[in-house]
């Protein structure tokens, strides 16, 4: 996948300009870069991209006759407007391993039974997993099929996913990813935590009421 830049050479005051005009601006980095190299992309060509290739699919930046290689490194937002105002690319070789995070998904989880009968629901514990692997073999992101649990008690681990032989985990095995939350359960111990709320309540407000003073009797 592709994304057409332009290099930048502008000072800071004219960015504003830019933005305004749907342009973003952006910089390459990487240790095998003498210095960061700073570049200008289109706002909505971008925003497209992104969104088939996550921080995890690697990306061609093309500017004249140059290719260069990137993964998404960071997104800065405008915290208003909600729109992108800065990039960040880390710049990759393709026969060079890369750490990157890949996010996963839950899928399926309304074909499972005990979704279906209404007693439980599915909670991602881990929006992210940090692989290690060549730039071709990344993945948008790791699926988790719930579709076949059955058991309330159920936890999937790092462990438990099922990753392409060509991807390896960077991160421990026993860290949980999913689990089932007890919709029953859950609504009891809420119940409960009320309950146990308002009678403490109610028994602070009878302590303040029943709180006197004895008078002295006067001689």
């Known amino acids: ?119 439980a629901n599915f909670e991602l514990l881990k929006d992210y997993l940090m692989v290690n692997a060549l730039p071709k073999d990344l993945v948008k992101e790791i699926v988790v099929d719930v579709s076949a649990i059955t058991d309330l008690d159920t936890v999937i681990f790092v462990k438990d996913l099922n990753l392409p032989e060509w991807i390896v985990s960077e991160e421990d095995w026993e860290i949980p990813v999913v689990t089932v939350v007890d919709l029953k359960k859950s609504a009891a111990e809420e119940e409960a935590k009320e309950a146990a709320a308002e009678a403490t309540e109610e028994t602070t407000t009878e302590w303040k009421g029943d709180s006197s003073t004895e008078e002295t009797p006067s001689e």
């Open 1 to 119: 996948m592709k994304l057409n830049v332009e290099l930048r050479n502008i000072i800071w005051k004219n960015v504003k300009k830019l933005r305004r005009e749907d342009k973003v601006p952006a910089v390459v980095y990487s240790k095998h870069l003498e210095k960061p190299i700073s570049i200008l992309c289109d706002r909505n060509e971008f925003v497209k991209l992104y969104r088939q290739t996550g921080y995890s699919t690697p990306i061609t930046l093309t500017w004249e006759w140059v290719d260069e290689l990137v993964l998404i490194q960071d997104i800065q937002l405008d915290p208003v407007r909600d729109r992108v105002i800065h990039i960040d690319f880390l710049w990759i070789k393709k026969w060079v391993k890369v750490s990157a995070e890949v996010a996963i998904v839950i899928s399926w989880e309304e074909m499972s039974p005990i979704v279906k009968s209404w007693d």
